[in-house]
């Protein structure tokens, strides 16, 4: 099972990274914000429950065209927000003893999507997420695996380079890397990711 999931790591960065060794690429540089809600799978009665309202992230794609209508693009992503823990037992007095909560989330993404155009201005895009999850005791179940995103967005080219607004939706977790049955939580996003690329 563990030679399976870094097979599959390893096959998202290479396809995720091969356009770096062609000629004829773009290079973004991004940063987004996201109201976000960690949904259940299964609800459970006494456990407590988490909360995550907004995240923000910034990172870096590289994208190649293919042919006049398609693009792919990949790169690295970080993504951070504050996690907000509700114990099962509110009327508790100092929870804080009774369990341990890490407020802070942290995750790296890697996102290898196809772009279509729309005209001259939009473009829709969708692909799969490679995410590793980066902080523990959040209280909802590990991200780390497989998700996907899917948006429309524009683009304004001035010379070189070009200004992109880039509505979105993302759900993570698709694919646990832990094992299915103890992961009953998944991140969804609804967000806007502003760019500023250079085309080479």
Not at 22 to 33: D, E, N, R, T, W
Not at 36 to 56: L, Q, T
């Amino acid at each position: 099972m563990r030679m399976k999931k870094y097979n599959l790591i390893l096959i998202f960065l290479i396809t995720g990274f091969s356009a770096i060794a062609q000629s004829g690429l773009s290079v973004k540089a991004f940063y987004g914000i996201s109201g976000s809600s960690v949904a259940r799978k299964v609800d459970f009665i006494g456990i407590g429950y988490a909360e995550m309202n907004r995240v923000d992230e910034f990172g870096i794609l590289v994208s190649k065209s293919i042919g006049t209508k398609f693009r792919i693009s990949s790169g690295i992503g970080y993504t951070y927000g504050e996690v907000k823990f509700s114990p099962s037992c509110p009327a508790c007095f100092m929870p804080q003893i009774l369990y341990r909560h890490e407020k802070n989330f942290k995750m790296i993404s890697i996102p290898v999507y196809l772009e279509y155009s729309i005209g001259k201005a939009l473009y829709f895009a969708a692909g799969p997420v490679l995410d590793f999850q980066q902080s523990e005791w959040n209280n909802f179940s590990d991200q780390s695996g497989i998700g996907y995103l899917a948006g429309i967005g524009a683009k304004v080219p001035v010379g070189d380079f070009v200004f992109s607004l880039f509505p979105n939706y993302k759900r993570h977790g698709v694919i646990p890397f832990e094992d299915s049955l103890t992961s009953n939580e998944v991140l969804q996003e609804f967000g806007l990711q502003f760019g500023v690329g250079y085309s080479f």
